[in-house]
C-alpha cells in the first residue's frame, strides 16, 4: 500500500522511479512557474514531468537548481518531440535537452508518441543513449499494445514505462493489466481528466465520506491501482492538495465504484491516428 509521496515503483532496469510525480505541461511562464515549482518541492514532489514539446526544459531545468535541493534528489523525466523522432534527430534533440535541463543525466526519456515513420530509428537511438549511461531508463508514451508488440519484435532494451492518457473515465483496464504482465509501468498523463472527472457525482461523494477533494480521491485511486500519477496544477494550494493524500484510502467498493465510470472518455489525440501521420 501506497504510504508517502517518496514510494516508488520498482522499474524493470531496477532503477526505482517516484509513483507521484508533478506535471508541467502549459507551465511556461516563469511567475507563474516559479511559485508552483517551488510549491511542489516544498510539498514534497521529486519527480518532474516535462518534454520538449511543452517548452519549458531550461525553465524547469533552471527552477529545480534554484530549489537549493541536490540534483540526485530529483527523478526528471522528458520526452522526444514528434519532430525530433528519427536516429539523428533523436540523440541531437536530447543532447539539447540536456543543456537545457542542465542535468548529465535524464532519468527517464521517453517516445512522445508512436511513429510509423520513425518508429525502430527513434527507438535505436534510444538504445544507443541508454548504452552510453545519458539516460537512466527508457520508454514511451502513449503506446497501445501491438506498438509494443512491435517494437519488441526488434529491438533489445524493453521500454520500462508507458506513459498513457488514464483517468476514471478513460480507465485503460485491459493495457494497465497488459503492461503489469509485460513488467512495464503504467503512467497516468492527465490523471484527473482535465475538469469532468473533477465534477463527477460519484467521485464527489467518496470525497465528501474522507473529507478530501475529487482530486485526492483521483490521486488515490491511480496510486492504489499501481499507476505513476503526475497531477499538473499552476495553483500552490492545489498542488500542496494533490500531495497530500497519504492520509486516507479508497475501500475495495470505493476503488469499484472509480473503476465502473470507464466510458472512453478520450480527451486527447488517438494513438493510432497520430502513429500514421508522424
Ligand atoms: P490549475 O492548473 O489551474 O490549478 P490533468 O492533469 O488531468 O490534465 O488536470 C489538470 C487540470 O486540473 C488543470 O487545469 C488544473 O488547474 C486542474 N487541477 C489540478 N489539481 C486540481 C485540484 N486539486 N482541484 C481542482 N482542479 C485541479
Redesign the pocket.
Known amino acids: 500500500m501506497v504510504t508517502s509521496i517518496k514510494d516508488t515503483i520498482h522499474l524493470n532496469n531496477g532503477v526505482d522511479m517516484p509513483q507521484h510525480g508533478f506535471?508541467v505541461?502549459l507551465i511556461k511562464d516563469e511567475d507563474e512557474a516559479r511559485p508552483a515549482i517551488a510549491k511542489a518541492v516544498a510539498s514534497g514532489y521529486r519527480a518532474f514531468d516535462t518534454a520538449q514539446f511543452y517548452e519549458n526544459e531550461a525553465l524547469v531545468g533552471k527552477l529545480l537548481k534554484e530549489s537549493g535541493l541536490p540534483r540526485s534528489d530529483f527523478f526528471i523525466t522528458t520526452k522526444v518531440t514528434n519532430p525530433k523522432q528519427g536516429y539523428d534527430s533523436t540523440l541531437r534533440s536530447v543532447e539539447k535537452s540536456m543543456k537545457d535541463l542542465q542535468v548529465e543525466q535524464i532519468d527517464l526519456l521517453l517516445v512522445h508518441w508512436p511513429s510509423k515513420k520513425h518508429f525502430f530509428e527513434t527507438w535505436k537511438a534510444f538504445e544507443r543513449l541508454y548504452d552510453e549511461k545519458l539516460v537512466r531508463s527508457i520508454g514511451v508514451s502513449n503506446y497501445e499494445k501491438h506498438h509494443l508488440e512491435k517494437l519488441a519484435a526488434r529491438s533489445n532494451v524493453k521500454p520500462a514505462v508507458n506513459q498513457i492518457e488514464c483517468?476514471p473515465y478513460l480507465a485503460q483496464k485491459d493495457l494497465r493489466a497488459w503492461l503489469a504482465e509485460q513488467n512495464i509501468a503504467a503512467e497516468a498523463?492527465?490523471?484527473?481528466?482535465?475538469?469532468a472527472?473533477?465534477n463527477d457525482e460519484t467521485i464527489g461523494g467518496i470525497a465528501e465520506k474522507h473529507g478530501k477533494?475529487?482530486?485526492?480521491v483521483i490521486i488515490r485511486w491511480h496510486l492504489q491501482h499501481g499507476t505513476i500519477v503526475?497531477?499538473?496544477?499552476?495553483?500552490p494550494a492545489?498542488i500542496a492538495?494533490?500531495a497530500d493524500v497519504y492520509d486516507f484510502s479508497l475501500t475495495d467498493e470505493e476503488m469499484s465504484a472509480i473503476d465502473a465510470l470507464d466510458r472512453n472518455g478520450r480527451t486527447g489525440p488517438v494513438p493510432d491516428e497520430v502513429y500514421e501521420k508522424i
Open positions: 506535471g505541461y483517468h498523463w492527465s490523471p484527473l481528466g482535465r475538469g472527472v473533477l477533494s475529487p482530486a485526492q503526475i497531477p499538473k496544477s499552476v495553483t492545489r492538495q494533490n
